[in-house]
């Protein structure tokens, strides 16, 4: 026969505490434009209301990568995160175009996986999830001066990453067609 006494008192409130805090917890979700990247939480009372009529036209400007090869870029990962929280928050697809500009550090994050094996042995981490982005309309597109300095060639993007003359000039143009940069 098991006895209650203030140990077991102890460990009862403990994981009871424990339950309460982790059922109040909140769960980033995913989806429903990109699945498997891009979790988001929900934000109750907002203050700051979203204007679902407008257009939500964004750039993200990345030049940052992770230092470990094996890690998906974060900063990538960004464009699926506001994909998927403006779509949970009612804004259609339609609204949204997005475009992500890369040079840097991060022009290896847009490799295909033969040519990523080839210079760091392992398949490159982010080509699921670029893949997913362009699947879902975004433009992926890579610095030529970046690429070029790196030595990459076209043969060795992800099919469908378009290469500019240089990020710069991405970004103008993509702000003259009213594109709203966010740079981290």
């Not at 992800?158 to 003359?165: A, F, G, N």
Request: glycine letters at 6%; charged letters at 20%; one cysteine or more.
């Amino acid at each position: 026969m098991l006895l209650f006494n203030r140990a077991n008192s102890y460990y009862l409130l403990l994981i009871t505490l424990f339950l309460g805090i982790v059922a109040h917890a909140q769960i980033a979700i995913d989806g429903p434009i990109i699945t498997g990247f891009g979790k988001v939480y929900k934000v109750n009372n907002q203050d700051f209301e979203i204007n679902k009529l407008q257009n939500f036209h964004v750039v993200f400007d990345v030049s940052k990568s992770p230092e470990k090869k094996d890690k998906v870029n974060k900063w990538i990962e960004t464009a699926a995160r506001f994909l998927n929280m403006h779509a949970q928050n009612g804004i259609s697809i339609n609204k949204m175009k997005v475009a992500v500009v890369i040079h840097g550090s991060a022009f290896k994050d847009v490799m295909n996986s033969e040519a990523y094996k080839k210079k760091y042995g392992i398949a490159n981490p982010n080509e699921k999830l670029n893949k997913a982005l362009l699947n879902a309309g975004v433009q992926i597109i890579l610095c030529g001066q970046s690429a070029t300095y790196k030595g990459l060639v076209k043969k060795d993007l992800i099919p469908e990453v378009q290469l500019s003359l240089s990020a710069m000039t991405a970004i103008v143009q993509l702000q003259n067609q009213n594109y709203r940069l966010i740079n981290f």
